[in-house]
């Protein structure tokens, strides 16, 4: 059994906010750790709003919220209903209390327009990520196994690579035929996974739609960015945007695109096993969206997450910016990572004081003033 990290975060919003709402891609386990959260509500109602016997209990949904205002609601894939969140608002004001919904969704964008519309002030947000290096604290050929196989917990829980390899491409045809429609995007199935593969040989690179759009065979640049966004409103797909300070320099103003979850990347790739992976031109950059992602999870809510590049090669992977707090982190695919010197001139570009480089290695240590080589698992003792 795994305690993922979230479930204290996700309690303790319960206790202070009336709604909370727990985004993240299908498969991540969210209904899971709402069971886990439930049992611990003595009475808790779980409903899933994909059967239709549960939608059909919410056919009036303010006489049913009424009647169950002394308990904890749990809704399950909660996107399949948008009309409920007129229904809460209402609802919540009536009778303002802590802990009275935990809604779960897959899709952020549209949940976050909805539940926004609606919601706004009464309702704290939460994403539910796959598997963390911190979570499952593996040793090295664990951490390993985790890059090529991703956080999805039935990948990672699989029992060997191979059928590892087999649920993801099972997961992805899945997603474009089933769980697309059923939110109600209508976008052709094979289109959509060639512009995702085209993605994943890009992992890391600036988005150019119009190049994008010409190797879908002509499609718009509106098209490459239509089927971007519903990548990223799904959680399959990052789009980091660039750091742009007023320093009078030529600046790198395209977004970064990541696959987020590096098994599903590696499933796009055909790569089967650490052997195909460590031999494949992608490696390095899947090795830094990863680490990305492992960053990005286990950062505040209220913190920023950008990359820096200049035209003339300053570069840094990720800027994190939290209130008062700026650091940098450099990701390396190296066991001894020496960063380039447009890491060390980003630096003074930004007069930034601290800064990670984040590698495959065994323990942190120091690099240069200021500069630190750190283990992937020690990520979450940055903001301890």
Do not use: C
């Not at 894939?77 to 802990?99: K, M, N, S």
């Not at 099972?170 to 512009?195: E, V």
């Not at 910016?321 to 990701?331: G, I, L, N, Q, W």
């Amino acid at each position: 059994m795994f305690i993922r990290q979230l479930q204290r975060l996700v309690q303790q919003r319960l206790r202070h906010a009336p709604a909370v709402v727990l985004l993240g891609p299908r498969q991540v386990g969210k209904t899971t750790l709402a069971g886990d959260i439930a049992a611990l509500h003595p009475g808790a109602v779980v409903l899933d709003l994909e059967r239709e016997s549960d939608r059909a209990a919410l056919e009036r949904p303010e006489l049913f919220f009424a009647a169950h205002r002394d308990r904890l609601l749990v809704l399950d894939e909660v996107q399949h209903l948008p009309r409920l969140f007129e229904a809460l608002r209402p609802e919540i004001d009536a009778h303002r209390r802590p802990g009275r919904f935990l809604l779960l969704g897959s899709a952020s964008g549209e949940l976050l327009r909805q539940s926004g519309e609606s919601l706004a002030g009464r309702v704290a947000y939460l994403e539910l990520t796959p598997f963390l290096a911190a979570e499952l604290a593996p040793d090295l050929a664990g951490l390993q196994s985790l890059w090529l196989r991703g956080g999805f917990p039935l990948s990672w829980l699989a029992p060997d690579d191979d059928a590892s390899f087999i649920w993801r491409q099972d997961f992805i045809r899945t997603f474009l035929q089933r769980d697309l429609p059923g939110m109600g995007l209508r976008i052709p199935a094979d289109a959509l996974r060639r512009f995702w593969q085209m993605l994943a040989h890009l992992q890391g690179q600036m988005f150019n739609a119009s190049q994008l759009g010409q190797s879908l065979g002509g499609a718009s640049h509106s098209t490459a960015t239509r089927y971007l966004d519903v990548l990223v409103d799904t959680m399959m797909v990052r789009r980091l945007p660039p750091h742009l300070p007023n320093l009078g320099k030529r600046l790198v103003k395209s977004p970064r695109v990541y696959l987020r979850d590096s098994g599903l990347l590696h499933a796009l790739l055909g790569l089967a096993t650490v052997r195909d992976l460590q031999g494949h031109p992608v490696a390095g950059a899947s090795w830094e969206g990863f680490v990305v992602e492992q960053v990005a999870a286990q950062l505040p809510a209220d913190a920023r997450l950008s990359f820096y590049r200049t035209a003339v090669g300053a570069e840094i992977d990720l800027i994190v910016e939290h209130r008062a707090r700026t650091f940098a982190v450099e990701v390396k695919f190296s066991s001894a990572p020496k960063p380039a010197r447009g890491f060390w001139q980003a630096l003074r570009d930004l007069r930034i004081e601290q800064a990670y480089v984040v590698a495959p290695v065994a323990r942190r240590y120091p690099l240069a003033e200021g500069v630190e080589v750190l283990p992937v698992q020690d990520l979450g003792a940055l903001w301890a």
